[in-house]
Nanobody, 122 residues
């Protein structure tokens, strides 16, 4: 079992920045991929970014490339999502996820956090 807990969400103006954090605990997960997803009101959950522990493999959704950065700290068992140049359309609940397969689909991830709300005002 892997437990995930997100933090760092909040309200920010368009153009601003936020840094989300995900604390991982539980069984050994060094072989897992870590991902961030989001669900906007009335929409399906969508992929945002993913990384292997140590950052050797990184990928992003086209909508956030160049604005968001995913990173991991193995020693602290933390995964981060630095979000810059935020737009109102980035408003969503953001979820941290862990899975052995990685990928851009929710089904690629077996473990999920409870989510943290990000609201970007125009």
């Amino acid at each position: 079992q892997v437990q995930l807990a997100e933090s760092g969400g909040g309200l920010v103006q368009a153009g601003g920045s936020l840094r989300l954090a995900c604390a991982a605990s539980g069984e050994s997960f060094s072989s897992y991929f870590m991902g961030w997803f989001r669900r906007a009101p009335g929409k399906e959950r969508e992929f945002v970014a993913a990384t292997s522990w140590g950052g050797g493999i990184l990928y992003y959704a086209e909508s956030v490339k160049g604005r968001f950065t995913i990173s991991s700290d193995n020693a602290k068992k933390m995964v981060y999502l630095q979000m810059n140049s935020l737009k109102p359309e980035d408003t969503a609940v953001y979820y941290c996820a862990a899975g052995r397969r990685g990928g851009t689909y929710s089904s690629d991830y077996a473990y999920w956090g409870q989510g943290t709300q990000v609201t970007v005002s125009s």
